[in-house]
């Protein structure tokens, strides 16, 4: 498995995917928004915010997947989206039982992204957060949008952790890959 893996970390589909995951998950998060006029809070913001590290670790490693340094830069940067991300997320169910068992929460009134970017002041429409922490105005299969997040930060993590370790396996060279 691992062996299949840093074959596919060295091809530009492989990190095309990754980007293209991302993207569909933050246009179903606008759907949910716009569509759906499901109001995002702050943690749901954030979560956008960590799937736009991964869509940009992504686009990164698209950019030349056979250099090690190139992988290495996209690597830290979805390894570091997808731990934000799965913090937030588990944050945010954490939140969610607290408020459902009667206790009382609120989110901050102002976001605070990684490395001060202010992506609610650059991207109002995707990154403003208008909406209640706690709330669950969604579900499927039984599981909030928070809890469904948490699932896919898991995934992301797991894929992370699993490119990294392939990175160390010995892959032998065939010049018709």
Known sequence: MLVILAKWSKQRWAWGLLAFSALVLLLAALYFQYQMNLAPCMLCVYARAALTGVLLAGLIGMLSPKSGLVRSIAWLLLAASVGWGLFNSHEHVQVELLVQSGGLYTCSLFPEFPLGLPLDSWLPAVFN????????????????????????????????????????????????D
Not at 154 to 174: D, E, G, R, T
């Open 129 to 176: 957060p208008t909406g209640m922490c706690g709330e669950v105005a969604w579900s499927f299969l039984g599981l909030s949008m928070p809890e469904w997040t948490r699932i896919i930060f898991v995934i992301y993590s797991l894929l992370s952790l699993m490119l990294l370790f392939s990175q160390f396996k010995k892959v032998k060279y065939n010049p018709y």
